[in-house]
């Protein structure tokens, strides 16, 4: 950004002012959020082939593409979601942000389905032979 540019006295800078420009939410969007990975949402995870994994470090923030066929993300009976790595690129952003900061979100994307689920957590990166052998192309 420009330090010589002017300030912008339309600026929103507070929720208060945020919440002047836009209705109350729905109930039905408010209901939906849980803290816990249900049966709904294990069902749109099975049916999901793409995924969006969102990370943040010191540096910035990174929404990383994960695919497969439809359930390549499997979710533990604990709600514990495990996401394979599918070699890319090979920039590791979103697993280099993991390792200093372990909060993430992931967005699960359904073909021909209007909405999205979110999910938001802490993540790890693990190497253990038993679990990786689960996911082998």
């Given amino acids: 950004m420009d330090s010589h540019a002017p300030a912008d006295p339309f600026a929103i800078t507070t929720e208060a002012q945020l919440r002047t420009l836009y209705d109350e939410p729905a109930e039905g969007p408010l209901k939906k959020v849980t803290h816990r990975i249900e049966a709904t949402a294990r ?19 990174h929404a990383t593409p994960r695919g497969d066929a439809p359930g390549f ?20 952003d979103g697993l280099r942000d993991i390792l200093e900061d372990h909060r993430v979100s992931v967005i699960f994307l359904v073909p021909g389905a209007s909405e999205v689920l979110r999910v938001h957590g802490t993540a790890r990166i693990t190497a253990d032979p038993a679990l990786t052998a689960r996911f082998v192309e």
């Fill in 73 to 92: 993300v499997a979710v533990e009976p604990d709600g514990t979601l495990i996401i394979p790595d599918r070699r890319g690129n090979n920039r590791l």
């Fill in 43 to 61: 069902a749109w995870i099975a049916a999901s082939p793409f995924c969006i994994l969102s990370t943040v470090r010191s540096r910035g923030a």
